[in-house]
């Protein structure tokens, strides 16, 4: 039976029932303490701890789950696995236990003929809880008398394994588990608590039926009562049930992941034998086809749920499934990109149950494979000198350094993962305390350039406090001047009773028409006037959901608590980012327009006059498409369309195709802003113009990269973007002036100056390398014996760049012929000091090698360096120490021992 089958007859198992059918949640976690739904109940924690009424009384649901908290784990094992499905059926409220226990019996055993799945009876096993004194007397009874369980197939297990709970006080109560015995092959005879590898866990029923309280532990806890509404939370695992249904050994061989294996091992040319035991010699393949059959599935479902490559959060999660499973393909053989081989593959066997997957496909496979191609370049630059770090700190005995694998992570940027892989597959361990620390300073040095504003609202009791009091009422949507109350004046996290002259205060207010920042849109600023008092509002932050809070300078006089104000937005600063945020949904429109709806919306920002949005997006933009989203934009100001803003219900805006940012998390009522109707349409709280031609004119800045798949567009708008375009204008006057050439033929001028330019530049190198040579001759005879070995060290002065110093260098090597001999040349390019050294076979047979050499000088010259024994080069900052550094050479090849 396949997957999409088990899903289907579940679903119209319990419709049949009476449940509602509630699709799949987002792998994107609504709950802010989750990176991921981790579990099938994860979407329904509201209705079961009663935070909010249940909408219906029963749902069956198969939600889509990722844990990766045992990711190196995967495939080392055929249990482990991040994305699986979780099969779900739940009561708030109105059945328990007795048919929760008899809907599980009758689905699993029914016979496949009849809607069920035909599971044998005689190998289910069930456990109920059963701890010293206390015991679910009533679900072993129902078990036994109602469904016909044999007592000894019926275990009792305590509170670690059959009690559920939030692990903080709240709803609890016992579990049952549902075992499938597959038979002596497996394992030997006794039930779940003598062997799970045997009989095997494939559902699990929850029965809330108690409010805990001074929850110790998992296994420590009280017990406060019953709780007035007992609810159902049952999950079996479909790629388990799968398993048992498809007669396959794991859920690696079901049919949703073995065309992922397959193709796996097609490429690489590889068996697969599905073993676990390490001395098996297939084992190592085994593991790795595993790793990329489990990982592309897992990446083609986050990126289907609108997940992105980053380096934070679930970006990063997505960004090691995708290398660890390529890295995994390399150590396979398969050096070439292997994504789109292997998607395609995933596609066709999630498509079934998931249709978005194909439907989508697009959008996924071009950030995967832009993902892919990201990290073979990071591997090719980082893979030779993280295998030199590794050579060096093997040949020492020690550990691999932080510092490398911090340099490793900040130059290439080669993840510390992928390090800790590599120098553990080499036997090395590598210094992560170091490299914790390194990373840390520069987190440091980051947060020192953070904003003032995010430091200080770190305590937010007093904002809690004033918001439960009230909160703050927004009027800036339809006035920007507006008559309030003063409700807090907070200095230093205290609430104070007045503010004088030239003190900095957070100001909260009853009414006020500032807007806090959200949602991209800047801060507004102006003033807030008084008997007596004048105040400057210098950015306004909302550090607790509803309340505003203004910080402020007083400029004038004194500010008592309660009193009555004026609170007054600049009007300029105000339309010139209203100007940038209606642009910011015009830019949005466009990219949609030009390239495809899969531009979907990363991030964004605006404020007076300038705005800039990221998207998701693999490749740069070319110019004329750069060219076709300005007119675009311009062409939608120029038609003067209304900017009409909805409040409405959030269904009813998603209904109506709202576009949203991807993971915000929005109430139940919401504001929609149209442009031209369903052209533009968003969830949107900021402000904007009330019609496009009011926006003036946009200005595309640019277009860049920020992160794997991620781009960015900068624009201008309104008089900025007027200035700008004036300044532009006089740059062209000037260098029409400059070169005496009308502005239409400044192009080709200019190109053909910078063709001029560069042949000379050539020429000019060209006689560098030419001079270099002929010295090569005179330099021969300044050769010396030190200790046995010929030596050149020799100061070549300015040069052109280290490739001079290598050709004469190599050149010199060559003149001098068979022999232990050591040429050293030193130079200064741009201003910094280069060194490099280049050794005969029968010098580096005496123990000297290049790349030790090259430390050696530029340790001097205030760097590094490093290459291979027969050639290496380094640099530094100390141009003055050149001759030292040669110096230094010759008394350790004087030294040697």
Known sequence: MKSQDIARRWVEFFTAKGHTHVPSASLVSSDPSLLFTVAGMVPF?????????????????????????????????????????????????????????????????????????????????????????ERDDEARAIWRDKVGVPEERIIGTGKADNYWSTGQPGPGGPCSEIYYDRGPEYGIEGGPAVDETRYIEIWNLVFMQYQLSAVRSKTDFDVAGELPQKNIDTGLGLERLAMILQGVENMYETDQVRPVLDKAAELSGREYTSTEDPADPHHTDDVRLRVVADHVRSALMLISDGVVPSNEGRGYVLRRLIRRAVRAMRLLGVDDAVLPELLPASRDAMKGVYPVVEEDFARISRIAYAEEKAFLRTIASGTARLEEAVRQSRTAGTALSGEDAFALHDTYGFPIDLTLEIAAEAGLAVDETRFRDLMGEQRQRARQDAKAKKAGHA?????????????????????????????????????????????????????????????????????????????????????????????????????????????????????????????????????????????????????????????????????????EIEEVSNLAIRNNHPVRTTVMPLAEARQLGAMSLFGEKYGETVRVVEIDGAWSRELCGGTHVDSTSKIGTLTLLGEQSVGSGNRRVEALVGMEAFRHGAAERALVGELSEMFRVPSNQLSERIQSTVAKLRAAEKEIERLRREQLAARAGQLLASAVDVSGIRVLAHDAGEVGSADDLRSLALDLRSRLGAGANVVALAGVSGGRPLVLVATTEEARDAGLKAGALVRTAAGILGGGGGGKDDVAQGGGQDATRVDDALQAIVRQIAERS
Not at 101 to 106: D, K, L
Not at 128 to 133: A, F, K, S
Not at 564 to 585: C, F, I, M, N, W
């Open 45 to 133: 924690i509201p209705y079961l701890t009663a935070r909010e009424a249940a909408p219906y009384p029963r749902a069956v649901s198969i939600q889509k789950c990722i844990r990766t908290g045992d990711i190196d784990e995967v495939g080392k094992t055929v249990r482990h696995g991040t994305f699986f499905q979780m099969a779900g059926n739940f009561s708030f409220g109105d059945y328990f236990k007795e048919e929760a226990i008899t809907y599980a019996w009758e689905l699993l055993t029914a016979p496949q003929a009849d809607g069920g799945f035909g599971l044998d009876a005689e190998r289910l096993w069930v456990t109920v809880y059963e701890d010293g004194d």
């Open 459 to 627: 305590d937010l009791t007093v904002f809690n406090r004033l918001q439960a009091d009230g909160g703050s009422v927004f009027t800036g949507y339809d006035e920007l001047s507006t008559e309030s109350t003063v409700r807090g004046i907070v200095r230093a996290g205290e609430l104070v009773d007045f503010a004088t002259q030239g003190e900095e205060i957070d100001l909260v207010l009853r009414e006020t028409p500032f807007y806090a920042e959200a949602g991209g849109q800047a801060a507004d600023v102006g003033l807030i006037t008084g008997d007596g008092f004048v105040v400057e509002v210098l950015d306004v932050q909302a550090p607790v959901k509803g309340l505003s809070v203004h910080r402020a300078v007083v400029r004038e006089g004194e500010l008592p608590s309660s009193a009555t104000v004026l609170a007054q937005v600049d009007r300029q600063r105000r339309h010139s980012g209203e100007q940038a945020h209606s642009g910011t949904h015009i830019i949005h429109a466009a990219l949609h327009e030009i390239l495809g709806p899969e531009a979907l919306q990363s991030g964004s920002f605006n404020k007076a006059g300038y705005l800039r949005f990221d998207f998701t997006w693999a490749e740069g933009i070319s110019a004329a498409a750069r060219s």
